[in-house]
């Protein structure tokens, strides 16, 4: 049996990734009640706010599902010692080390999968005592490390024995063939499940992912040492204009505060910040969270036929 569906009690190694602002509790319980582990994104929320995101998902789902902390949150502290008290089947943390969460999220019989980008991290993150880690590549959107997804995480695979998850481009079945080739336990998805009916996303942030092409989507904020992936529009221009003047940090900063949210809440795809993948030029519909998790097993078989084929000499 897979070892990730069997430490998470899932039908499907499919971990819906913890977008901020798009990974509502109703987006969670939809992938969750897919088969798969959805995830409350914690984002830049209070404690209370993603608490009430838990209590609604309860509401919503008996399967498990977790949350998704970024460690740069000021609330981080509050967040973690509330979910050792509500107790979700997983934190997935982004965004900093988890080293001083570790204990207590273990004692209070929470699975921890890190979000990470590099070996090291890795390697770090399974002296701790992590349950599984999720090894994404730049190829993903928002928040970015610097190695593709088909080097990190065959390399990844090589470092750890605790399961890997592979992150970032991940857009259908033929992908994650492709992860579980390279070793992967399981793999996360998070520009796809922006286009489905639970999301709650604004729809013009839907169409935008739909009508992404390849090169569509940019980085922007390198220079400040906090890459971000985003589809290009008014807001990553002005964030390259102010990059190549090289502007103050806190004018560059100032730029994208509240940008996410505008474009989430307000629809706003001119100075929101669309956050996703290289992968979203592959998205071409809105489909229910269910039918999005079983459609990267659907294919397999005829997926392995084709590589087959074509291996053969």
């Known amino acids: 049996m897979n070892r990730l569906c069997e430490i998470l009690g899932i039908k499907y190694p499919v971990i819906q990734g913890g977008m901020a602002w798009v990974a509502t509790a109703e987006l969670a319980a939809a992938v969750s009640n897919g088969g798969g582990l959805g995830l409350i994104a914690a984002g830049g929320a209070p404690a209370d706010v993603v608490r009430d995101q838990i209590h609604k998902c309860r509401e919503l789902t008996d399967k498990p599902f977790g949350v998704n902390v970024m460690l740069m949150n000021p609330s981080a502290d509050d967040i973690m010692n509330m979910l050792m008290e509500e107790k979700p089947a997983v934190v997935a943390t982004g965004a900093g080390n988890p080293a001083k969460y570790m204990d207590g999220l273990k004692a209070a019989g929470i699975k921890v999968f890190p979000v990470i980008a590099s070996v090291a991290m890795a390697k770090k993150m399974e002296k701790l005592g992590a349950d599984a880690v999720i090894a994404e590549g730049t190829e993903a959107g928002g928040h970015i490390g ?12 090589d470092a750890v024995s605790i399961p890997v998850v592979c992150a970032g481009g991940i857009a259908d079945a033929r992908a994650a063939v492709a992860a579980f080739a390279l070793g992967a336990e399981g793999i996360q998805v998070g520009t796809r499940f922006i286009c489905s009916d639970e999301c709650i996303a604004h729809d013009n942030y839907k169409q935008a992912v739909l009508k992404a092409k390849d090169r569509d989507a940019v980085v922007t904020g ?25 502007a103050p940090f806190e004018e560059i900063e100032a730029l994208g505060v509240g940008g996410l949210r505008r474009a989430f809440a307000e629809g706003d795809v001119k100075m929101g910040s669309l956050m996703a993948g290289q992968s979203a030029a592959m998205v071409d519909r809105i489909e229910p ?3 999005i998790v079983k459609s990267y097993f659907d294919e397999i078989d005829k997926i392995l036929q084709k590589v087959k084929n074509n291996m053969s000499i």
């Open 222 to 246: 390198r220079s400040t040492g906090a890459p971000v992936r985003a589809l290009k529009n008014q807001l990553t221009k002005e964030y390259e204009r102010l990059e190549k003047e090289n």
């Open 146 to 157: 610097e190695i593709t997804t088909m080097c990190l995480t065959p390399q990844i695979v």
């Open 289 to 291: 969270c269910a039918d």
